[in-house]
Antibody, heavy 124, light 107 residues
Framework: QVQLVESGGGEVQPGRSLRLSCAAS????????IHWVRQAPGKGLEWVAV????????YYADSVNGRFTISRDNSKNTVYLQMNSLRPEDTAVYYC?????????????????WGQGNLVTVSS | DIQMTQSPSSLSASVGDRVTITCQAS??????LNWYQHKPGKAPKLLIY???RLGTGVPSRFSGSGSGTDFTFTISSLQPEDIATYYC?????????FGPGTNVDIK
């Protein structure tokens, strides 16, 4: 069955970096775009970034553009989110999510499977 | 960016009641609109896609309608397991955007 498992979260000081991983299984990973979506405490869902099936294209929310980098290693069935210059407002549960359809670019833009989420806390 | 609004922000209804949530986009998005259910500590679940198509394995008491800028999500007969926050999400273009959510509770 399809599984997405996030890891790498934790507590970090403002201005520092953290890298999240999303390990996938149960589907042809190299055929699907993958997204990151986050939820700050007490807030709603916020889309963060997407990477194409082959890693050749990506797109970011304005709130993280220039600070976060999404990448993937199809040989390891893993997507990464490198988060630099972290701010307290980046505190959230981060979810990775799989695109519904195997497609190129632009992404389809919605998700049939999500991970369980990984908490990132940015605090001094 | 396309802004999504939802109303109400929260509601409380009795088991068996019909529940309706509305979602409005700041610009025309055809039918590129999804509805997700999110329970605390769980991954969000896709309920409705393309504004009105039922997701895989989703009970038929859930439905969606609308096109353009105005959309509606309905639970025809509220069940205890439907307690959750519901979000609309547009995928007309990037960046993808979600509505602020509607908390649904049992009266």
């Amino acid at each position: 069955q399809v599984q997405l498992v996030e890891s790498g979260g934790g507590e970090v000081q403002p201005g520092r970096s953290l890298r999240l991983s999303c390990a996938a299984s149960g589907f042809t990973f190299s055929s699907y775009g993958i997204h990151w979506v986050r939820q700050a405490p007490g807030k709603g869902l916020e889309w963060v970034a997407v990477i194409s099936y082959d890693g050749g294209r990506n797109y970011y929310a304005d709130s993280v553009n220039g600070r976060f980098t999404i990448s993937r290693d199809n040989s390891k069935n893993t997507v990464y989110l490198q988060m630099n210059s972290l701010r307290p407002e980046d505190t959230a549960v981060y979810y990775c999510a799989k695109e519904v359809y195997s497609s190129g670019w632009p992404p389809v833009g919605y998700f049939d499977y999500w991970g369980q989420g990984n908490l990132v806390t940015v605090s001094s | 960016d396309i802004q999504m609004t939802q109303s109400p922000s929260s509601l409380s209804a009795s088991v068996g009641d019909r529940v309706t949530i509305t979602c409005q986009a700041s610009q025309h998005i055809n039918n590129y609109l999804n509805w997700y259910q999110h329970k605390p500590g769980k991954a969000p679940k896709l309920l409705i896609y393309d504004a009105s198509r039922l997701g895989t394995g989703v009970p038929s008491r859930f439905s969606g309608s609308g096109s353009g800028t105005d959309f509606t999500f309905t639970i025809s007969s509220l069940q205890p397991e439907d307690i959750a926050t519901y979000y609309c999400q547009q995928y007309y273009n990037l960046p993808l955007t979600f509505g602020p959510g509607t908390n649904v509770d049992i009266k």
